[in-house]
Protein backbone atom coordinates (compact mmCIF):
# COMPACT_ATOMS: atom_id res chain seq x y z
CA UNK A 1 0.00 0.00 0.00
CA UNK A 2 0.60 3.65 -0.29
CA UNK A 3 1.49 4.17 3.67
CA UNK A 4 1.41 2.43 6.83
CA UNK A 5 -1.96 0.92 8.30
CA UNK A 6 -3.03 0.38 11.09
CA UNK A 7 -6.42 -1.11 12.49
CA UNK A 8 -8.37 -0.47 15.02
CA UNK A 9 -8.03 2.82 14.66
CA UNK A 10 -10.23 3.51 18.09
CA UNK A 11 -10.15 0.82 20.56
CA UNK A 12 -12.40 0.83 24.29
CA UNK A 13 -11.55 -2.04 26.44
CA UNK A 14 -12.82 -2.58 29.86
CA UNK A 15 -9.80 -3.50 32.52
CA UNK A 16 -8.71 -7.05 32.05
CA UNK A 17 -9.60 -7.64 28.37
CA UNK A 18 -7.26 -8.83 26.45
CA UNK A 19 -6.88 -6.64 23.03
CA UNK A 20 -5.21 -7.10 19.64
CA UNK A 21 -3.69 -4.07 17.53
CA UNK A 22 -2.36 -4.32 13.94
CA UNK A 23 -0.28 -2.68 11.66
CA UNK A 24 0.55 -3.08 8.00
CA UNK A 25 3.79 -1.62 6.61
CA UNK A 26 4.85 -0.56 3.81
CA UNK A 27 5.51 -3.18 1.38
CA UNK A 28 9.11 -4.09 0.59
CA UNK A 29 10.04 -2.00 4.63
CA UNK A 30 12.45 -4.62 6.60
CA UNK A 31 11.82 -2.80 9.91
CA UNK A 32 9.01 -1.83 11.70
CA UNK A 33 8.88 -0.25 15.49
CA UNK A 34 6.14 -0.05 17.87
CA UNK A 35 5.50 3.11 19.78
CA UNK A 36 3.37 4.27 22.74
CA UNK A 37 1.93 8.15 22.65
CA UNK A 38 0.54 8.97 26.26
CA UNK A 39 -1.50 12.10 25.79
CA UNK A 40 0.30 14.90 25.78
CA UNK A 41 3.53 13.28 25.06
CA UNK A 42 6.25 12.51 23.02
CA UNK A 43 6.07 8.42 21.44
CA UNK A 44 8.25 6.16 23.19
CA UNK A 45 9.70 3.23 22.06
CA UNK A 46 8.28 -0.18 22.49
CA UNK A 47 9.92 -3.11 20.15
CA UNK A 48 11.25 -3.29 16.94
CA UNK A 49 11.76 -5.83 14.12
CA UNK A 50 13.96 -6.72 11.47
CA UNK A 51 11.81 -9.09 8.85
CA UNK A 52 10.35 -11.68 11.05
CA UNK A 53 12.88 -11.24 13.92
CA UNK A 54 12.23 -9.34 16.88
CA UNK A 55 15.36 -7.96 17.59
CA UNK A 56 14.50 -5.26 20.78
CA UNK A 57 11.64 -5.76 22.91
CA UNK A 58 13.17 -3.59 25.40
CA UNK A 59 10.31 -0.37 25.65
CA UNK A 60 7.77 -3.19 26.34
CA UNK A 61 6.50 -1.85 29.36
CA UNK A 62 5.28 -5.37 31.17
CA UNK A 63 5.32 -9.22 30.33
CA UNK A 64 1.45 -8.47 29.06
CA UNK A 65 2.45 -6.68 26.25
CA UNK A 66 3.68 -9.28 23.58
CA UNK A 67 4.22 -8.34 19.56
CA UNK A 68 4.83 -10.67 16.83
CA UNK A 69 5.43 -10.49 12.91
CA UNK A 70 5.38 -14.00 11.81
CA UNK A 71 5.98 -13.00 8.10
CA UNK A 72 7.89 -10.64 7.85
CA UNK A 73 5.43 -7.68 6.62
CA UNK A 74 2.02 -7.22 9.21
CA UNK A 75 2.74 -7.10 12.85
CA UNK A 76 0.08 -7.34 16.06
CA UNK A 77 0.74 -5.86 19.46
CA UNK A 78 -1.21 -8.03 21.96
CA UNK A 79 -1.89 -6.56 25.03
CA UNK A 80 -3.48 -8.84 27.89
CA UNK A 81 -5.38 -8.16 30.74
CA UNK A 82 -5.29 -4.21 30.08
CA UNK A 83 -5.07 -1.83 32.70
CA UNK A 84 -6.26 1.82 32.77
CA UNK A 85 -2.74 2.83 32.46
CA UNK A 86 -2.67 1.33 29.39
CA UNK A 87 -4.55 3.74 27.71
CA UNK A 88 -2.58 5.87 24.97
CA UNK A 89 -2.30 6.07 21.27
CA UNK A 90 0.09 3.17 19.74
CA UNK A 91 2.03 3.88 16.82
CA UNK A 92 2.92 1.80 14.01
CA UNK A 93 6.58 2.64 11.92
CA UNK A 94 8.35 1.36 9.01
CA UNK A 95 11.79 2.11 7.18
CA UNK A 96 13.95 0.51 4.93
CA UNK A 97 15.83 -0.69 7.04
CA UNK A 98 19.38 -0.52 5.05
CA UNK A 99 21.18 0.01 8.53
CA UNK A 100 24.44 0.59 7.81
CA UNK A 101 25.29 3.31 10.09
CA UNK A 102 22.49 5.82 8.48
CA UNK A 103 19.26 6.58 9.40
CA UNK A 104 16.63 5.31 7.50
CA UNK A 105 13.40 7.61 7.71
CA UNK A 106 10.52 6.05 9.48
CA UNK A 107 6.95 6.31 8.15
CA UNK A 108 4.46 6.10 10.49
CA UNK A 109 1.13 5.02 10.43
CA UNK A 110 -2.51 6.84 12.05
CA UNK A 111 -2.30 4.89 15.32
CA UNK A 112 -4.88 2.96 17.05
CA UNK A 113 -6.25 4.83 20.34
CA UNK A 114 -7.03 2.65 22.99
CA UNK A 115 -9.04 3.87 26.08
CA UNK A 116 -9.07 1.45 28.70
CA UNK A 117 -12.16 1.78 31.33
CA UNK B 1 19.82 7.88 29.53
CA UNK B 2 19.47 9.80 26.08
CA UNK B 3 16.76 12.43 26.84
CA UNK B 4 15.08 15.60 23.75
CA UNK B 5 13.41 18.27 25.22
CA UNK B 6 11.46 20.90 22.79
CA UNK B 7 10.08 23.96 23.86
CA UNK B 8 8.00 26.12 23.73
CA UNK B 9 5.16 23.04 24.65
CA UNK B 10 2.85 25.00 23.34
CA UNK B 11 2.58 28.44 21.00
CA UNK B 12 -0.57 30.25 19.65
CA UNK B 13 0.10 32.65 16.31
CA UNK B 14 -1.96 34.27 14.42
CA UNK B 15 -1.80 34.04 10.51
CA UNK B 16 1.35 35.16 9.12
CA UNK B 17 3.43 35.37 11.71
CA UNK B 18 6.72 33.49 12.05
CA UNK B 19 8.01 30.91 14.34
CA UNK B 20 10.52 28.95 15.62
CA UNK B 21 10.72 25.63 17.68
CA UNK B 22 13.62 24.25 20.01
CA UNK B 23 14.40 21.11 20.42
CA UNK B 24 17.31 20.02 22.61
CA UNK B 25 19.14 16.47 23.25
CA UNK B 26 21.72 14.72 25.03
CA UNK B 27 22.44 11.03 24.04
CA UNK B 28 25.09 9.15 23.01
CA UNK B 29 26.92 8.41 19.33
CA UNK B 30 24.65 10.93 17.87
CA UNK B 31 23.59 10.00 14.33
CA UNK B 32 20.65 12.35 13.35
CA UNK B 33 17.99 14.48 14.48
CA UNK B 34 14.22 14.47 12.77
CA UNK B 35 11.23 16.71 12.31
CA UNK B 36 7.61 15.51 12.26
CA UNK B 37 4.89 16.77 12.16
CA UNK B 38 1.61 15.06 13.75
CA UNK B 39 -2.00 16.10 13.30
CA UNK B 40 -5.11 14.33 14.24
CA UNK B 41 -3.06 11.01 12.17
CA UNK B 42 0.10 10.15 11.15
CA UNK B 43 3.44 11.56 12.08
CA UNK B 44 4.64 12.90 8.65
CA UNK B 45 8.33 13.26 8.46
CA UNK B 46 9.51 16.85 7.81
CA UNK B 47 13.39 17.01 7.61
CA UNK B 48 16.42 14.59 8.46
CA UNK B 49 19.62 16.27 9.61
CA UNK B 50 23.11 14.75 10.34
CA UNK B 51 25.28 17.45 9.75
CA UNK B 52 25.51 21.24 11.37
CA UNK B 53 24.88 24.28 9.88
CA UNK B 54 23.08 22.97 6.97
CA UNK B 55 19.83 24.39 6.51
CA UNK B 56 17.04 22.30 5.45
CA UNK B 57 14.11 23.76 3.67
CA UNK B 58 10.48 22.74 2.40
CA UNK B 59 8.87 25.62 1.05
CA UNK B 60 7.91 27.77 4.48
CA UNK B 61 9.30 24.91 6.53
CA UNK B 62 13.17 25.57 7.26
CA UNK B 63 15.45 23.27 9.70
CA UNK B 64 18.87 23.64 10.76
CA UNK B 65 21.64 21.81 13.25
CA UNK B 66 23.80 22.45 15.75
CA UNK B 67 25.47 19.69 17.31
CA UNK B 68 27.89 21.75 19.31
CA UNK B 69 25.16 23.23 21.35
CA UNK B 70 23.03 20.01 20.82
CA UNK B 71 19.90 21.66 19.75
CA UNK B 72 18.11 22.41 16.24
CA UNK B 73 15.47 24.51 15.44
CA UNK B 74 12.09 24.25 13.18
CA UNK B 75 11.37 27.69 11.83
CA UNK B 76 8.12 27.94 10.24
CA UNK B 77 7.49 31.36 8.05
CA UNK B 78 3.75 33.20 7.01
CA UNK B 79 2.29 30.43 9.26
CA UNK B 80 -1.25 29.46 8.15
CA UNK B 81 -4.08 27.87 9.61
CA UNK B 82 -2.94 24.21 8.03
CA UNK B 83 0.47 24.57 9.91
CA UNK B 84 -1.52 24.02 13.39
CA UNK B 85 -0.45 20.65 14.74
CA UNK B 86 2.26 18.84 16.97
CA UNK B 87 6.15 19.05 16.32
CA UNK B 88 7.74 16.63 17.14
CA UNK B 89 11.54 16.51 17.34
CA UNK B 90 13.49 13.13 17.39
CA UNK B 91 16.93 11.81 17.53
CA UNK B 92 18.74 8.62 16.46
CA UNK B 93 20.72 8.16 19.04
CA UNK B 94 23.32 5.74 17.16
CA UNK B 95 23.20 2.83 19.70
CA UNK B 96 21.79 0.88 17.67
CA UNK B 97 21.65 -0.18 13.63
CA UNK B 98 18.57 0.21 12.76
CA UNK B 99 17.79 4.06 14.26
CA UNK B 100 15.52 3.73 17.43
CA UNK B 101 14.42 7.49 18.12
CA UNK B 102 14.40 8.71 21.61
CA UNK B 103 11.32 11.84 21.08
CA UNK B 104 11.02 15.07 22.65
CA UNK B 105 7.34 16.02 24.04
CA UNK B 106 6.27 17.53 21.54
CA UNK B 107 5.49 21.84 20.54
CA UNK B 108 1.76 22.10 19.83
CA UNK B 109 1.09 24.73 17.40
CA UNK B 110 -2.19 26.77 17.60
CA UNK B 111 -2.12 29.14 14.33
CA UNK B 112 -5.80 31.56 14.56
CA UNK B 113 -6.81 33.38 11.17
Sequence with gaps: GAGVSQSPRYKVAKRGQDVALRCDPISGHVSLFWYQQALGQGPEFLTYFQNEAQLDKSGLPSDRFFAERPEGSVSTLKIQRTQQEDSAVYLCASSLGLGRGHTDTQYFGPGTRLTVL | EDKVVQSPLSLVVHEGDTVTLNCSYEVTNFRSLLWYKQEKKAPTFLFML????????????????????????????????????????????????????????????????
Design chain 2, 50 to 113: TSSGIEKKSGRLSSILDKKELFSILNITATQTGDSAIYLCAVDAGGTSYGKLTFGQGTILTVHP
